[in-house]
């Protein structure tokens, strides 16, 4: 998305100026040096753009009170790389009846989904889990991209070396905070 931001180290939008351009050559360079050196991910990792914090607010009204959510501005050559496995992955998952919305309006998704389920069962369970994201364990995200890794295929070892680096880079991410701090 061109009004987006490219993230830290970039000035302005992902498709301002030559911010494409620098950032498929920095992706390109962090994948040949994974491509000939695979122990390179922890250096890379430790060398990595940190991510910037934002914050936004809930996307819909809430009338009872405001949420304000943190969200992170991932630097745009991790967005390429990231790209080369959640285009495939989207795609799957646009195929199959599984529990993502992608490809799907939620708003009638979502409903139509429970309507459903409630026509076949009694009744059934669902909750809301809150903090969930600061509750996490390092093996079930380490679990979670398994799983995803098992729908995906590399064409090549570089690819892999790719994917392992942005397993390391989503468990150990880096943070920079708004007053200058990571």
């Given at each position: ?9 970039y ?42 914090a ?10 009872v ?84 890794e ?33």
């Amino acid at each position: 998305i061109a009004s987006s931001s490219a993230g830290y180290g970039y000035t302005g939008h992902k498709g301002d100026h030559e911010n494409y351009r620098i950032a498929k050559r920095t992706a390109v360079t962090i994948s040949e040096m994974l491509n000939h050196n695979p122990n390179y991910v922890a250096e890379a990792v430790e060398q990595s753009t940190p991510d910037v914090a934002f914050t936004r607010t809930q996307l819909c009204q809430v009338k009872v009170k405001t949420k304000v959510r943190n969200v992170w501005g991932e630097a745009f050559h991790y967005v390429l790389l990231e790209g080369l496995f959640a285009q495939p992955l989207v795609e799957y998952f646009m195929t199959i009846d599984s529990f993502y919305f992608i490809g799907r309006d939620p708003l009638f998704a979502v409903p139509a989904l429970i309507e459903d389920l409630l026509s076949k069962k009694d009744y059934i369970y669902m909750f809301d889990w809150t903090a969930f994201d600061a509750s996490v364990q390092e093996w079930e995200i380490r679990f979670a991209f398994q799983l995803l890794e098992s729908i995906l295929k590399f064409p090549s070892t570089v690819e892999s070396h790719i994917w392992h680096f942005i397993i390391e880079l989503f468990i150990y991410r880096k943070i920079a905070a708004p007053n200058g701090t990571l």
